[in-house]
């Protein structure tokens, strides 16, 4: 009896530590997007200048024509920015043709007819189908190399590190997340959480946008005007 108390002992032993083992393993991702964006987080009332802010994209209303409740809370936020003098233009990267309906022209509408940018100050970019696709094409199409980005906490620094890999010279701003309870926190965390493997996977391999495009002198002309 005591053998076998003994042996299933070193076996709980063995399992808890492959457990240990494969639970840091998956963490790595997001471990690596959580401290590379240390020092490049800010509040909206303590972001640095830039000359561009990007904002990410995510649901439109039900109506397929207005931003959701926190793509409202990041359009909202950059149009502080751009007051506040902290920015200049806005680049709004979203899905031109998602599942709910045009992120960028919902963006873009907003911006100009609620929150009273001046639309020469917008640039739209309706192929920045997701979080990588934002920073590459920034990079590449639209040649931004310093910038502001915003987005909520939960997905900030996912969002700052890709685009810091990259090349780009980017620092985060929280977004305001009107009805941003602790359930929808947790839940949008704990998909960030896995959502960081893929980040790290692009990362790594280098992946190429998914949409490719031809340079785009719009943030040049904007930032002209």
Not at 4 to 21: D, E, F, K
Not at 59 to 86: N, Y
Not at 109 to 129: F, I, M, N, S
Request: hydrophobic letters at 40%; aromatic letters at 4%.
């Amino acid at each position: 009896m005591a053998d076998r108390t003994s042996r299933w002992r070193r076996r709980l032993t063995r399992t808890a530590a492959l457990g240990l083992v494969a639970l840091l393993l998956a963490s790595l991702p997001w471990l690596w997007t959580t401290t590379a964006a240390r020092g490049h987080l800010y509040g909206e009332a303590d972001a640095p200048a830039a000359d561009v802010v990007i904002v990410l994209g995510t649901a439109v209303a039900a109506d397929r024509r207005q931003p959701g409740d926190r793509l409202t809370g990041r359009l909202e936020t950059a149009a502080a920015l751009v007051k506040s003098g902290r920015a200049r233009v806005v680049l709004v990267s979203g899905d031109g043709g998602g599942a709910s309906g045009d992120e960028t022209a919902a963006m873009t509408g907003h911006l100009t007819e609620r929150l009273g940018v001046d639309p020469r100050r917008v640039v739209a970019d309706p192929y920045g189908l997701d979080t990588y696709d934002t920073c590459a094409r920034a990079r590449d199409v639209y040649g931004v190399e310093r910038a502001l980005i915003v987005t909520q906490s939960y997905h900030l620094s996912r969002a700052v590190t890709l685009c810091r890999h990259l090349g780009l010279d980017v620092d985060g701003v929280t977004a305001r997340c009107t009805g941003c309870g602790p359930v929808l926190l947790v839940g949008k965390g704990v998909r960030d959480y896995f959502a960081s493997g893929k980040a790290a996977w692009d990362a790594v391999r280098d992946r190429p946008s998914a949409v490719r495009s031809p340079a785009d002198p719009a943030i040049q002309d904007a930032l002209k005007g």
